[in-house]
């Protein structure tokens, strides 16, 4: 790869293919250890990309495992839509536990999205799409919150459906994407992990928002038509074209200055000038 660019102006940009012949890749995540995971979530599978070697069957039946996030000990948490799910794994041992699969005795719709904060608060999403409408046993699209405690809490009902979710470098800021309102909330955490004060920080938003990411100076970017990214005010700075409608994406290798995308076939990557946050 090239050397990062001096500025996001700059970032015109060769976007490299560095993954093909999937279905539907999304819920990519970096692994300290040098590589991405990410999901082909009609295969049932998360792949494993090692630079300069290829993409690798990491898991099968995966339980139509979309987003992941890891947290300060490397464990990874996964939301799993076909079991309705969200689910930690151990990396060392790769033993699994079941955090949560139901709110007030009815099941999840179907997690999508998550991100865990330094403090081990969690926070995902809860829509659902196509075929996942017809077995809902919740009225509402849920955000959700696991305390340290594994105390399940919900932060939002949203009336169109939550998507991406990320959290801003300092951990104070909680952003989500909503795929049908077109736009991107943005709620206050106070010290204990608690969201409140919910708002809009971006609306209008061109092609459904997916997957969003914060890099180490608070600037949001969000998968939609492109990448568009955004300044921690909500001013669109820059977009990146890319070769297929991006789905999700994470900062990788081992500076964080390059960008992972993922797309319905392929994962793509970016040289960026500026590291990404953690989360």
């Avoid at 990491?58 to 948490?77: F, I, T």
């Avoid at 919150?145 to 949203?158: Q, Y």
């Avoid at 209008?204 to 998968?223: L, W």
């Amino acid at each position: 790869m090239k050397e990062p660019p001096k500025s996001l102006a700059e970032v015109e940009t060769r976007i490299d293919r560095v993954s093909a012949k999937h279905l539907f890749t999304e819920g990519p995540v970096w692994v300290p250890e040098g590589y991405l995971l990410f999901s082909d979530v009609p295969r049932n599978l998360v792949q494993k990309f090692v630079p300069g070697k290829g993409s690798t069957i990491w898991r099968e039946k995966s339980n139509g495992a979309s987003g992941h996030a890891l947290d300060p000990e490397g464990n990874l948490y996964s939301c799993e839509s076909r079991s309705r799910r969200v689910v930690r794994t151990n990396m060392k041992t790769g033993a699994q536990e079941t955090l949560a699969e139901r709110y007030e005795g009815k099941r999840f719709n179907a997690p999508n999205d998550i991100c865990v904060r330094k403090d081990h608060n969690i926070y995902f999403t809860d829509p659902a799409f196509g075929q996942q409408s017809d077995t809902r046993e919740l009225d509402f699209y849920g955000i959700y919150r696991i305390s340290p405690k594994n105390e399940l809490s919900l932060v939002a009902k949203s009336a169109g459906r939550p998507n991406g979710i990320t959290l801003s470098p300092n951990g104070r800021l909680l952003y989500v994407s909503n795929s049908d309102e077109r736009s991107i909330l943005v709620f206050d955490v106070d010290k204990a992990g608690v969201a409140t004060n919910e708002r809009i920080f971006v609306s209008g938003i061109t092609g459904p928002p997916d997957g969003i990411r914060t890099d180490e100076k608070g600037n949001v970017y969000v998968a939609c038509e492109d990448i568009s990214i955004y300044s921690s005010q909500g001013r669109l700075l820059k977009s990146i074209k890319t070769p297929e409608p991006p789905h999700n994406l994470a900062f990788g290798d081992s500076d964080l200055m390059t960008l992972y995308i993922t797309g319905y076939t392929s994962v793509y990557r970016v040289r960026l000038p500026i590291k990404g946050a953690t989360y």
